[in-house]
Nanobody, 122 residues
Framework: QVQLVESGGGLVQAGASLTLSCADSGRTFSSYAMGWFRQAPGKEREFVAAISLSGGNTIYADSTKGRFTIARDNAKSTVYLLMDSLNAEDTAVYYC???????????????WGRGTQVTVSS
């Protein structure tokens, strides 16, 4: 069974960098594509980035392309989100998710973590 736990969130100033981690305590991590999503107060869940099973393929939202990097370490059952040049619009709760395909469609992910808060002060 997949159990995802995010970490690494916090309060940072605009322009700073932050790295989120999402660890799976199960033994099937390498069998799933992984995605990062975020949700700001009063807004719908938004796709951030996704990565294939092997890590060889990635996709990004237009708003994060060039600033964020998704990566995974299957030996550590962990997916990362490296975030650079953060701005106030990046403030949200960030969730990682596991599914059969790396996609921007959140409905296609089967397992979700509880999220980690990222707050960017301007």
């Amino acid at each position: 069974q997949v159990q995802l736990v995010e970490s690494g969130g916090g309060l940072v100033q605009a322009g700073a960098s932050l790295t989120l981690s999402c660890a799976d305590s199960g033994r099937t991590f390498s069998s799933y594509a992984m995605g990062w999503f975020r949700q700001a107060p009063g807004k719908e869940r938004e796709f951030v980035a996704a990565i294939s099973l092997s890590g060889g393929n990635t996709i990004y939202a237009d708003s994060t392309k060039g600033r964020f990097t998704i990566a995974r370490d299957n030996a550590k059952s962990t997916v990362y989100l490296l975030m650079d040049s953060l701005n106030a619009e990046d403030t949200a709760v960030y969730y990682c998710a596991a599914g059969d395909a790396y996609t921007s469609d959140y409905t296609l992910y089967d397992y979700w973590g509880r999220g980690t808060q990222v707050t960017v002060s301007s």
